[in-house]
């Protein structure tokens, strides 16, 4: 069943022009701070962008050499026309290197709206206030732009969908606590991605035939000497390289990912204002690096890592990602009160270097195994 998720995924622009032949509005987003209920009360189709394995020539001319590769992959989208069907692009401050994406694509690219939404890199009760108004402008943007009305209905109803979904992708990820598993880390990453691209009603209706087939199984033998690991740090939306990682002979059991349990961990709150309510939500979610203080993500990521039994952590930066590259020392830190290695691994978005990584994965392994 795993396939469907993937072959959905691979199809997506065929999927996403299918939904714009019926009439659908069709809104691109880049990072998981961006409140997917509005545009979706607003009738609207969201789905997040990423780019492709491909050279990014075009999106070169236009930035800098020390902008990451993933910002490139999904500017060269852009640029090559590929997301032409688009009827906006929204995203938020999340990086410097996300930001000249927006600069980039706000000049060139005549998508029709395009929104950065400006967000707080700390959660006291005043950033709350603030992320609330930039919620209520884009909110009245997206009602002025499109000719249409955003209910308070509506945002309620889209709030309760989007939990069911998140509350099965959890129970997805606690699944991961058993030994072994009932499904892989690759397995996993593509049923995740499968959901930031595929209309919500649908893909729930995957994923709670996906649930009763692995909670009906009947548990395995523990798979011995495969160390169970966490891989954590920037953007990694490609099964392939959670596969590369599980081929050299482990488990990967959790993980910290904007694709993965950053996207989905924490609910939205049904009981009161909905804007209000959905700004709570996508501050105070499970943190990403440009959050602060970076003590309660440390805090997080130790909790996590021993629930999950975790015995060793994959670092993985995208090369020029100066928000997850410079914290490092932190997270690593923290794990080390932990007693649980940490391997440090800069990449680039595409699969280049596949090798060399799968070298260096494979001697830490044996480390563990060790120990």
């Known amino acids: 069943m795993i396939e469907e998720f993937e072959a959905q995924y691979n199809n997506r622009y065929q999927i996403l022009k299918g939904l714009k032949a019926q009439g659908k509005r069709l809104i691109g987003w880049v990072c998981t701070y961006v409140p997917e209920e509005i545009i979706h009360a607003a009738g609207m189709h969201p789905f997040r962008i990423v780019g492709r394995e491909s050279d990014t020539p075009l999106a070169n001319a236009y930035l800098y050499s020390n902008i990451c ?9 852009g640029l090559n026309r590929n997301l032409s069907f688009m009827d906006g692009l929204v995203t938020t401050n999340t990086c410097d290197h996300i930001r000249r ?29 603030y992320f609330k108004q930039e919620f209520i402008q884009f909110r009245e943007e997206l009602q002025r732009h499109f000719q249409v009305e955003i209910t308070d209905t509506a945002l309620k109803e889209s709030i309760k969908l989007f939990n069911h979904m998140r509350s099965l992708l959890k129970r997805l990820y606690l699944l991961r606590k058993l030994d072994p598993p009932p499904i892989s ?16 009603e649908g893909y ?5 035939s996906l649930l009763k087939r692995l909670e009906s199984r009947q548990p395995r033998s523990p798979k011995n000497g495969q160390p169970r690991l966490m891989v954590i740090g920037s953007e990694l939306d490609n099964p ?21 349990s950053r996207y989905f961990w924490d609910l939205v709150e049904e009981d009161k204002d909905p804007i209000e309510a959905l700004a709570g939500r996508y501050l105070t979610k499970m943190p990403c690096a440009r959050m602060h203080p970076s003590s309660s993500r440390v805090l997080l990521l130790k909790t996590l890592a021993q629930e999950f039994n975790v015995e060793g952590v994959i670092y993985q930066s995208i090369k020029f990602c100066d928000l997850h590259a410079g914290i490092f020392p932190v997270i690593k ?17 595409l699969l280049a270097g596949a090798g060399q ?15």
């Open 333 to 349: 830190a923290g794990f080390d009160d932990l007693g649980i290695p940490v391997l440090k691994l800069e990449r680039e978005y």
């Open 204 to 208: 729930i209706t995957l994923l709670e």
């Open 240 to 260: 392939i390289y959670i596969k590369i990682i599980e081929d050299s002979g482990t488990l990967v059991v959790a993980d910290d990912l904007c694709c993965g």
């Open 357 to 371: 990584t799968k070298t260096r994965i494979q001697a830490f392994l044996e480390m563990l195994k060790e120990q």
């Open 69 to 77: 590769s993933f910002t490139r992959s999904c500017l060269e989208e």
């Open 101 to 129: 994406l927006y600069d980039v694509w706000f000049k060139y690219i005549d998508t029709p709206y395009k929104k950065i939404l400006a967000q707080p890199c700390t959660t006291s009760q005043s950033c709350l206030s």
């Open 185 to 200: 880390g690759e397995e996993v990453c593509q049923v995740v991605m499968a959901g930031m691209v595929l209309p919500k």
